[in-house]
């Protein structure tokens, strides 16, 4: 049974104690079923009205993180590797990751959201060796990891310095893999823009990774790479920047101060001529890189 790293008070274990079971399924068919407990509305419908209910609910990114595990898992990718979600929230995909059987860890800011992914690891049969523990951005680690993931963890008003510390966490955690899924809200390429800001900085290099399937808000999929020394004057803006090209093609006119970027935007023509990444290939070492 997973663990719970931190001790929780009474309050914050019947929160995550009453929040309702709902099973999402997930992959290529049969799939994988899960069994996800989450909140179900903001504020003042259970027990605390003073509790934040934001990381408790579920969020559409999940979705893609999710069908991205299991098509690495299918690939194999995960082998004896280790796993951390940053801003875990319900622990929606910590689940599908310990359903796969794959070595797991969970992480939140929130006692709330971490007592219910603890939850949500043990109802889908995470390992002994599998926690759910309280990290804020930017603090120090215990240990290291293969792969980082977060799903929905950005939203309109996150700041640069949000940002910047979501990618020192997840450096710290590991050299190689972040991946990240996101949607865009509110006002437009803000987000994208600090999200590959603090990327450049942080040293990486990045891709975009698309699923075939359709996918509910259309939500976005990165992985980045730790390649170099972080950098806290590099602009990623600046066409020498590895994750310029990336930030481009998915998101045209991001660089524009002129550009709003509403969620609803279409690629252009030189983003759709990219050859993208679908489900098949989605791992391969030898991806396409994005067009410069």
Not at 33 to 55: E, I, K, M, Q
Not at 125 to 150: K, M, T
Not at 248 to 272: K, N, Q, R, V, Y
Not at 278 to 284: E, G, M, N, P, Q
């Amino acid at each position: 049974m997973a663990a719970l790293a931190a001790p929780c008070c009474e309050a914050t274990q019947a929160i995550a104690a009453a929040a309702d079971e709902e099973e999402e399924t997930y992959g290529d068919p049969p799939g994988v079923t899960v069994v996800v407990a989450s909140v179900t509305a903001f504020r003042g419908t259970l027990l605390d009205a003073s509790v934040d209910r934001t990381g408790l609910m579920q969020w559409p990114a999940r979705v893609a993180v999710s069908e991205w595990l299991c098509a690495a898992a299918r690939e194999a990718r995960f082998e004896g590797k280790s796993l951390l979600e940053l801003g875990c929230g319900a622990g929606g995909c910590g689940a599908v990751a310990a359903k796969l059987g794959l070595r797991v860890d969970c992480s939140d800011a929130s006692e709330e959201a971490v007592a219910l992914a603890a939850r949500n690891l043990a109802r889908n049969g995470a390992s002994s060796e599998s926690r759910a523990f309280v990290h804020a951005w930017g603090e120090p680690l215990d240990r290291a990891y293969d792969i980082v993931f977060a799903a929905d963890v950005v939203y309109p008003n996150t700041t640069p310095e949000a940002a910047s510390a979501l990618f020192a966490s997840a450096r710290a955690a590991t050299r190689s893999t972040f991946v990240l899924g996101f949607v865009l809200r509110g006002r437009g390429f803000d987000v994208a823009r600090c999200l590959f800001r603090a990327a450049a900085a942080a040293g990486c290099s990045a891709r975009p990774l698309r699923l075939e399937k359709a996918l509910p808000c259309d939500p976005r999929l990165f992985e980045f790479e730790f390649s170099r020394e972080a950098n806290a004057a590099e602009a990623a803006d600046d066409a020498s920047s590895p994750v310029f090209a990336c930030a481009t093609a998915a998101f045209p006119g991001i660089w524009d101060d002129t550009a709003d970027g509403g969620a609803s935007s279409s690629l252009s023509s030189e983003a759709d001529a990219f050859d993208w990444p679908t489900d098949a290939s989605l791992f391969d070492d030898d991806a396409p890189a994005a067009p410069t």
